[in-house]
């Protein structure tokens, strides 16, 4: 099974700053199908990006994804107050096991 | 799109647990139902998978011993069963859908796109 190991932890931010998230897979995620999700206080996770690089619906272009075979990150341009959350990775792969990272939390 | 799962539950060390999903606003075939797991202040665990079409599953290996996923296509719900409740199974169960691999398209989201909003399963004696 693939381990999705995130870091930091955590990251100490200020509002208008640059989040850089990294995800490393230890072993290559097929077709580059990682995801990323973001995760409030209270609430269920909510899909940011799949398949590497693509914004899902309703989510602005300050986020941005990179990466390819076991090593992927989450770029956030400019930190807005809502964006101070808890981001994990996820992939499935094709047989098809998933898993998570075990997430970066983005602090004030 | 909705997936609105039950209530929180308590329960005692030993005994089962059944959380349902209700799905609605899709056609559920080409969807499967994935089961996530989030125990206080952790991350998230995934715990496997149905297809509502064939009721076929894929667990967890850490999972496959005492999770049962059920599928009820009259009323379009997924259900997961956990038994021989331990304490570290207190935790938030979520459930999110994901299309089937097979039938992904150019276009598809290729992820978790809709989640449930949680039920808080407490094991406690």
């Known amino acids: 099974d693939i381990v999705l190991t995130q870091s930091p932890g955590t990251l100490s931010l200020s509002p208008g700053d640059r989040a850089t998230l990294s995800c490393r897979a230890s072993?290559?995620?097929?077709?580059?199908?990682l995801a990323w999700y973001q995760q409030r206080p209270g609430q269920a996770p909510r899909l940011l990006m799949y398949?590497?690089?693509s914004r899902a619906t309703g989510i602005p272009d300050r986020f941005r994804g990179s990466g390819s075979g076991t090593d992927f990150t989450l770029t956030i341009s400019r930190l807005e107050p809502e964006d101070f959350a808890v981001y994990f990775c996820?992939?499935?792969?094709?047989?098809?096991?998933?898993?998570f990272g075990q997430g970066t939390k983005v602090e004030i | 799109v909705q997936l609105v799962q039950s209530g929180a539950e308590v329960k005692k060390p030993g005994a089962s647990v059944k959380v349902s999903c209700k799905a609605s606003?899709?056609?559920?075939?080409?969807?499967?139902i994935h089961w996530v797991r989030q125990a206080p202040g952790q991350g998230l665990e995934w715990l496997g998978w149905?297809?509502?079409?064939?009721?076929?599953?894929l667990y967890a290996h850490n999972a496959r011993a005492r999770v049962t996923m059920t599928w009820d296509a009259s009323i379009g719900a997924a259900y997961l069963e956990l038994t021989g409740l331990i304490f570290d199974d207190t935790a938030i169960y979520y459930c999110?859908?994901?299309?089937?691999?097979?039938?992904?398209?150019?276009?598809?989201?290729?992820?978790?796109?809709?989640w449930g909003q949680g039920t808080l399963v407490t094991v406690s004696s």
């Open positions: 999110t859908r994901k299309k089937a691999l097979f039938l992904l398209t150019a276009t598809d989201v290729n992820a978790f796109d809709y």
């Open positions: 606003g899709y056609s559920f075939s080409g969807f499967y």
């Open positions: 149905i297809n509502p079409t064939s009721g076929g599953t």
């Open positions: 072993q290559s995620v097929s077709g580059n199908t």
């Open positions: 398949d590497t690089s």
């Open positions: 996820q992939q499935c792969n094709n047989s098809p096991m998933c898993s």
